[in-house]
């Protein structure tokens, strides 16, 4: 997945030309700027790529899921739906605008469990999150349904899965709303850097406006914009956007050379019967970004994971253990630790995460392990890693 790898003279002829003259500012310095106006260029790049209208570059993926729920509407008390299983920022993001996350059990696709998310649903409930983890996705025309049924927003985040593609249609530009993280792990890489994509031209103007303080960005006085409402500075510096614009060029060759390290590890891994590959959805084509597969039992997962460190097969991780993924390991969340004062309403909302249990999700994530594809490595490092794999997963199930 990381963007980060691969980068080099296109990046820097990108990122020459912001500091050429010097405008590291998106907006406004006109006479300045040379022309140069690399985040409008990303966004119409990322509009190409993504086969969508409208793009609204921001600071973050988390900046993203915000601005996302922001422009449709959400906030204070509302209740979102989300995975158990997914990055800390899905729920940073919600929170941040006074909403209610809901965390609901993910299925074999390691998204959201259409059953889990119908099931969640109240009069309160606004929109539903599906986070396209670990470069696949969820059953989205289970969730789309579900969401038609109830005019329940859908809201994407695709951080992880930047190229997947279902039914045709890039991941991301699926739901009303779709959110991309260009962070330095990420499959193109700004540094940092977010972006919020639609079809909706209501929503895209109200991410134009609620990601810069609310300005409206007519003319170009940036001293006489009105603000139609209130905002916030969820901007991308030019400096960022020139990155991204050299990475996004390179998207077609970072896929396939992910796409070719992916299928030697899975060939190899599907020799062993033990081993099962997390479930893709009809139409579905992963961004091959992680290859995601489950062994028989939490004991043997366990065993692996450890036998892979020790074995120097790096990237692969079991995120029933670890802190990053899931919510097993997230008591900040759970006891609501929080600098400021949180308000009743999603005090009261968050409560049951102290007795619910997530049996489903436990299911899956304690026998999932998941490695992360690297662009760096050669053809006979990936053939003697997934040779090594094999060694090492077959010595401990055949045990
Ligand atoms: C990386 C990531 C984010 C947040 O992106 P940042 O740019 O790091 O803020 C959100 N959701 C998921 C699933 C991610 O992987």
């Not at 020459?16 to 409008?40: A, E, I, Q, T």
């Not at 959400?74 to 809901?102: H, K, N, Q, R, Y």
């Not at 031209?201 to 960005?217: F, I, L, M, R, V």
């Not at 081993?275 to 290859?291: D, Y």
Request: proline share 3%; with cysteine.
């Amino acid at each position: 997945m990381p963007g980060f790898e691969l980068f080099g003279e296109l990046e820097r002829k990108e990122v020459n030309d912001v500091l050429d003259n010097g405008v590291l500012m998106r907006y406004g310095f006109d006479g300045m700027r040379k022309g140069h106006w690399k985040s409008r260029e990303l966004e119409i790049a990322l509009e190409q790529s993504f086969n969508t209208k409208h793009v609204q570059l921001v600071s973050s993926g988390t900046a993203a899921v915000s601005v996302a729920l922001a422009s449709a509407g959400v906030g204070a008390g509302d209740e979102v739906i989300m995975p158990a299983f997914t990055f800390v920022a899905s729920f940073e993001a919600i929170m941040m605008l006074g909403a209610i996350p809901v965390l609901v059990d993910i299925d074999d696709t390691l998204a959201l469990d259409p059953k889990a998310v119908e099931a969640a649903i109240t009069t309160k409930t606004k929109a539903v999150m599906v986070v396209q983890m670990c470069g696949s996705m969820g059953d989205m025309n289970a969730l789309q349904a579900i969401c038609d049924t109830h005019d329940l927003l859908l809201v994407e985040d695709a951080c992880q899965a930047i190229g997947g593609v279902y039914k045709g249609k890039p991941l991301g530009s699926i739901g009303d709303l779709g959110c991309f993280s260009f962070d330095f792990v990420k499959t193109i890489t700004c540094g940092e850097g977010g972006a919020v994509i639609t079809n909706n031209k209501e929503y895209y103007t109200n991410a134009d406006h609620y990601s810069d303080h609310g300005h409206d960005h007519v003319g170009h006085d940036r001293g006489a914009e009105r603000h139609p409402f209130l905002g916030y500075n969820f901007r991308i510096s030019e400096l960022h956007a020139a990155v991204g614009l050299a990475q996004v060029k390179r998207l077609p060759e970072f896929l396939t050379i992910q796409k070719k390290n992916y299928t030697i590890l899975r060939d190899a891994l599907s020799q062993i019967p033990e081993v099962v590959f997390r479930t893709v959805p009809e139409g579905g084509e992963e961004s091959c970004a992680f290859l995601n597969f489950f062994l028989p039992d939490i004991d043997t997962t366990r065993k692996v994971s450890e036998a892979f460190k020790q074995n120097a097969i790096d990237a692969c991780f079991h995120y029933y253990d670890n802190h990053w993924h899931y919510i097993r390991k997230w008591d900040h969340l759970t006891n609501l630790k929080s600098l400021f004062p949180i308000s009743q309403e999603v005090k009261k909302g968050l409560s049951y995460l102290k007795t619910k249990a997530f049996t489903q999700s436990d299911y899956y994530i304690a026998r999932n392990i998941s490695c992360l594809i690297k662009l760096s490595w050669t053809e006979e490092e990936v053939r003697s890693r997934a040779a090594k794999m094999v060694e090492v997963i077959e010595s401990i199930v055949l045990k």
